[in-house]
Structure formats: C-alpha cells, structure tokens
C-alpha cells in the first residue's frame, strides 16, 4: 500500500519548491522514506506546471513522473478524464468501490489548489504517515491524502507501461493546448511518461 499526499501552499509559486529541497534532505539523513516527490505550481492565471521531481524507488516498477503527471491533469483539466476511460489509469480513480474517495481527492486538490499556489506531491509507505504530515504541516503546507492499495499500485505500474496510454497522454496534451491550457500541456512531457 502507498498513500499519495498533496502538501499544498496557498500564494506562494515557490514554497512547494522550497519544501521540496527540505523533503529530501529528511529522506538522505534517513528521518523517512518517500517513493517520490514531485512539485506543481499553478500559476496567477491558473495553469498549472510541473517543475521538479525526484524518486528514490530504484528497480520499482511505479512510475511515478507519469503518475504525477495524470493526476495533475485529472485534477486540473477534468473534462479530460474521459479520455481515461477504458484504461488502466481511468479505472484507477473510478473504480466502483473507491470511486468517491478517490474522486473526493481529485476535487479537494482541484479546490484547494488556486491560482498563485504552490504544491509539494509525495508518495510513500503508510507506517510514514505521521511523520511525513508533520513535516509537511511544520513547513506550512494543508494536507490532503489518497491511499492507493497493493492491487491499484500494480494496475498503475501496468498501465503507465501500456501504449494506450501514451495515446491517451498524446491527447491529452493536444486537449490542454486546445483549451489555452499550454503549461500543463507542456509538463505533460512524452518522456516522463
């Protein structure tokens, strides 16, 4: 099981990045452990950008910088979500049990998150749990979470790897810029994915 976090930071572009470098100087001197960590920002007229990333899962088969990247646009470009439909990563966040939680999730970060913020998005182990949220809310961050199960992480592993997907990213990307949404366009990187 693997428990996904958005540590969010209201008005401010660049305190995500700030408490990004903070993260992982507690991950090296071994306070936690964390699979991943990725920032946005989602800029004063609401388009929203990965800036940087970094995992500490070597040999796992997650990726997690096309995870964070579908996510993100779930999150901020919902009308996209039906292009999820059918694949591995649509039935990640609509399966029929966990549908509303993890939609729940989705609409709480699109909320939270306005224009001129900032987030830090983590993922890690739940026996992390308490420590990672008081890091992150020392560091000023409102923090909101989504535990993924054994069986969704394998799915999400399998279905980043799946052609259909990098399809579906392709037109996502292609949405995004149709839709004046460019930054998240942009981050939406075919290589990340």
């Known amino acids: 099981m693997t428990i996904i976090a958005a540590a969010i930071f209201k008005e401010s572009a660049s305190r995500a990045s700030w408490a990004f470098g903070q993260v992982s100087q507690l991950v090296e001197s071994e306070l936690f452990r964390l699979e ?81 913020d900032s987030a830090l998005f983590v993922a890690f182990e739940p026996r992390y749990r308490d420590e990672i949220v008081t890091q992150l809310t020392r560091l000023g961050a409102e923090v909101i979470m989504q535990e993924l199960s054994a069986e969704e992480e394998a799915e999400l592993a399998e279905a980043l790897q799946k052609e259909e997907v990098e399809q579906a990213i392709k037109q996502m990307k292609r949405s995004a810029r149709d839709q004046g949404m460019d930054d998240l366009a942009d981050a939406a990187r075919t290589d990340r994915w």
């Open 36 to 116: 991943s960590a990725t920032v946005a920002v989602r800029d004063v007229t609401g388009d929203v950008s990965l800036m940087e990333s970094k995992d500490w899962t070597v040999g796992k088969n997650t990726r997690w910088g096309g995870f964070w990247g579908v996510l993100v646009g779930l999150a901020f470009a919902g009308p996209l979500l039906g292009l999820f439909a059918g694949l591995g990563l649509g039935r990640l966040f609509s399966r029929s049990g966990r549908k509303k939680t993890q939609r729940q999730f989705l609409e709480e970060l699109a909320d939270k998150m306005a224009a001129g």
